[in-house]
């Protein structure tokens, strides 16, 4: 019997910090389909919160999910508000207050949108001369796109959402829209307009991952960074986080292969 106290009192002590970890509190913006709120807020779903409520579960631990505006998200995690927040990009301002969870959520990749019949070379920098891009507000694309726009060589017009960039491109005010290729073909979808516009055959970004950071800010990171990487990466190593991107981009979305963005063979612009 005291040996069995024993042993009870150690893994408690190995997983108390788990163990004991309150409700988490993440933070998410809409981007479809990776996060879809409803107009409320009240609603939230999409791949990268049904691949992340699964690690949870694995991982043992509670969430709340909170969804808000990209800026709020931003600032409220790093300020500790906010235990978390999905889907981010690795940049390195983001780290300066966030530790990133290394396993992807998903990839994505930037690519150019034109109305059908409008279609015009993007292999070269050169190409997007005198070009009115729209692009959605707060989006960062790459250094080589970022440099260019401050050079002159294109203009670029910040929109709400990529909804608002496909009507506009749709009524002739842009010449391209610049966006992430999933999210543009789930919009397009949505919108009925798939067959009205073209995908240009020169990515500007190759894909790249995705991923939920954790505020640094947070007294619970430490406890729930690992047990969160770990039930990720089983989710990767066994299929299952795969078959959760299958059944809801496929099967229920019954997204066209085209807007994948995992080709790791494209062709990208020559800056």
């Known amino acids: 019997m005291h040996h069995k106290g024993l042993l009870l009192l150690s893994v408690l002590f190995l997983l108390g910090p788990l163990a004991q970890a309150a409700k988490l509190n993440i933070g998410v913006y809409h981007y479809p389909p990776f996060v879809i709120c409803s107009d ?10 049904r691949i992340v409520k699964r690690a949870l579960l694995l991982a043992k631990l509670k969430a709340q999910f ?3 505006p990209w800026r709020r998200l931003m600032h409220s995690v790093a300020k ?7 889907p981010l ?5 983001h780290q300066l207050w966030g530790s990133y969870v290394e396993v992807p959520l998903h990839f994505e990749s930037f690519v150019m949108a034109t109305s059908s019949g409008k279609e015009f070379s993007n292999r070269q920098g050169s190409d997007l001369g005198g070009k009115i891009l729209g692009l959605e507000n707060g989006s960062t694309i790459s250094p080589a ?3 260019q726009q401050q050079l002159g060589l294109f203009k670029v017009r910040t929109l709400k959402d990529t909804e608002l960039g496909l009507k506009s491109l749709k009524r002739g005010r842009l010449d ?7 999210v543009i073909g789930y919009t397009a979808m949505m919108l009925g307009i798939g067959k009205q516009f073209s995908l240009l055959p020169h990515r500007i970004t190759k894909p790249e991952g995705s991923y939920m950071v954790l505020s640094k800010l947070s007294p619970q990171t430490q406890a729930i960074a690992g047990p969160i990487a770990s039930a990720l990466q089983g989710l990767r190593d066994s299929g299952q986080l795969q078959a959760i991107n299958n059944q809801f981009l496929d099967v229920e979305l019954k997204l066209h292969d085209r807007y994948c963005p995992q080709q790791l063979d494209v062709e990208t ?3």
């Open 40 to 49: 409320s807020g009240q609603t939230i779903d999409g791949l990268d919160v």
């Open 66 to 68: 909170h969804c808000l």
């Open 80 to 86: 500790g508000q906010l235990d978390g927040g999905l």
């Open 89 to 93: 990009r690795k940049l390195e301002q």
């Open 145 to 147: 796109f970022r440099r």
């Open 176 to 182: 391209a829209y610049v966006g992430n290729i999933t």
């Open 269 to 271: 612009i020559d800056w």
